[in-house]
């Protein structure tokens, strides 16, 4: 059974940058591509980053673009997700996903088999 632990997150800056990281167990961690979300208070989750299952292809929506960064190590089987100058808008739980594909780009939004159960990220100024 493929399970996800997201840690990272806490208390960050204004301005400042915060790296949250994914632990993958239970499975063959290469045949997923991986993804992360957010949902903030009174908003529907949203799609923040997406990693193709070698690590070779990204996605990101545009509004986002420049500031996050996903990566993933597939040795440690961890997936990593960096936001630079953070602001109130990235305050929100932040979830980890895994989408098993047979293919080598990063995956779209949906079609997701297994979650973790989030972390909370809160910008403070």
């Known amino acids: 059974q493929v399970q996800l632990v997201e840690s990272g997150g806490g208390s960050v800056q204004a301005g400042d940058s915060l790296r949250l990281s994914c632990e993958f167990s239970?499975?063959?961690?290469?045949?997923?591509?991986m993804g992360w979300f957010r949902q903030a208070p009174g908003k529907e989750r949203e799609f923040v980053a997406s990693?193709?299952?070698?690590?070779?292809?990204?996605r990101y929506p545009d509004s986002m673009r420049g500031r996050l960064t996903i990566s993933r190590d597939n040795v440690k089987k961890m997936v990593y997700l960096q936001v630079n100058e953070v602001n109130s808008e990235d305050s929100a739980v932040y979830y980890c996903?895994?989408?098993?594909?047979?293919?080598?780009?990063?995956?779209?939004?949906?079609?997701?088999?297994?979650w973790g159960p989030g972390t909370q990220v809160t910008v403070s100024y």
């Open positions: 996903a895994a989408k098993f594909t047979v293919n080598s780009f990063a995956p779209n939004s949906s079609g997701y088999n297994h």
């Open positions: 239970g499975g063959t961690f290469s045949n997923y591509g």
């Open positions: 990693i193709s299952r070698r690590g070779q292809d990204t």
